[in-house]
């Protein structure tokens, strides 16, 4: 039985190294976008992942095919057609000097997918998992469309259905963002956030946290991961990413998930950032996996936090680890010695 994740991939263009836009006189091209990134950690895991998305026919969009190939994501589900892909450039930051993103992703073909692209009972067929995040119906009111008519085959099929939050205040306003994931959550069975999105998707927050002042309250998320799981009935577990924002170039890293028996907390890492975008994913990509393959919970989280603590060591927004080298992290060796 496979997984199967749900989304739109971009173009990422950036200046080299650490330049700002104003300094760039040439790009570097890498492929990314959340549920494709969940896609290929998940692969370099050793699953059986699909990605679906809509994508143009064109030398492009092949190469971003191939890119997904190579990883071994499995792109047959992917219908193409439409005008574009969505564009991002990003300008990566470094010590107290944060990074940018400009989005050129308007009438990509994902934006204007219709309900005639998706036989959803086909799409889902042998899936035994979905992953989404609420970057797809934040795209255009025809992604968040489509999203819940397979969303609603999804659970007709008894299909584990996981969602990252991901609120982007680029695409869409707090309001509409409530209005939609509301809708969408009562669908999800393990649900992902980071310190802020409950915040500004569903206005409620964790207690005695300052995020830009890199205070965290595990306390305070155990109590807030509560509240989510009373508003969302069907909800069996809960998770937050902790990030503590030293800089741009250094983070406390941690997690903590929150079920309707336990609380679980991860242990804490300092990361030093060579590329943190991706990391949400690659967190998110790590829980499924100990989820699925039955670590239990704690396992689970560790395996989680681990993964998405070497993501922020690899360029690009794809996470290159394997499960050897994610429990090794996990179980204790941080210490970064070259591997002879």
């Not at 047959?76 to 450039?89: A, D, L, P, S, T």
């Not at 308007?106 to 998992?129: M, N, T």
């Not at 309250?217 to 924002?245: H, I, M, N, Q, W």
Request: aromatic share 8%; with cysteine; net charge neutral.
């Amino acid at each position: 039985m496979s997984i199967l994740t749900v989304g739109e991939i971009m173009l990422r263009l950036q200046p080299y190294g650490y330049k700002r836009f104003a300094q760039a006189d040439a790009y570097e091209a890498v492929y990314g976008g959340g549920e494709a990134n969940v896609a290929v950690s998940l692969a370099e895991f050793g699953e059986d992942v699909a990605f679906f998305t809509k994508l143009p026919a064109n030398a492009i969009a092949d190469k971003c095919v191939g890119e997904l190939r190579r990883y071994g994501v499995d792109t047959k589900k992917i219908v193409r057609g439409g005008e574009r892909m969505g564009i991002y450039f990003c300008e990566k930051g470094c010590s107290q000097r944060p990074s940018n993103v400009i989005y050129d992703r308007a009438h990509s073909a994902i934006s204007e997918i219709e309900p005639e692209d998706v036989d959803a009972d086909k799409l889902l067929d042998g899936v035994e998992w979905l992953h989404w995040t609420g970057i797809t119906p934040a795209i255009s009111d025809k992604t968040a469309k489509v999203l819940a008519i397979i969303l609603k085959a999804a659970k007709e099929k008894n299909v584990t259905v996981s969602c990252d939050l991901n609120f982007r205040k680029k695409l869409w306003s707090k309001e509409k963002a409530n209005k939609v994931m509301s809708e969408l959550v009562k669908t999800v069975d393990v649900l992902i956030s980071n310190e802020e999105d409950c915040k500004d998707v569903f206005g409620i927050e964790a207690d005695n946290s300052n995020i830009s002042g890199g205070k965290i309250s595990k306390e305070g998320y155990a109590a807030l991961g509560a509240k989510v799981l009373a508003k969302f009935p069907a909800l069996k577990g809960v998770a937050f990413t902790l990030r503590e924002s030293y800089s741009a170039s250094r983070n406390g890293w941690s997690a903590i998930y929150v079920t309707r028996e336990a609380v679980y907390a991860s242990k804490h890492y300092d990361i030093d950032i060579v590329d943190r975008v991706g990391g949400g994913d690659s967190f998110g990509a790590g829980l499924i996996y100990g989820l699925k393959n039955n670590m239990g919970e704690q396992a689970a989280l560790e395996f989680a936090v681990a993964a998405s603590c070497l993501k922020h060591t690899v360029e690009g927004d794809f996470n290159v680890a394997s499960v050897a080298e994610v429990k090794k992290l996990a179980e204790g060796d941080g210490s970064g010695r070259v591997q002879r």
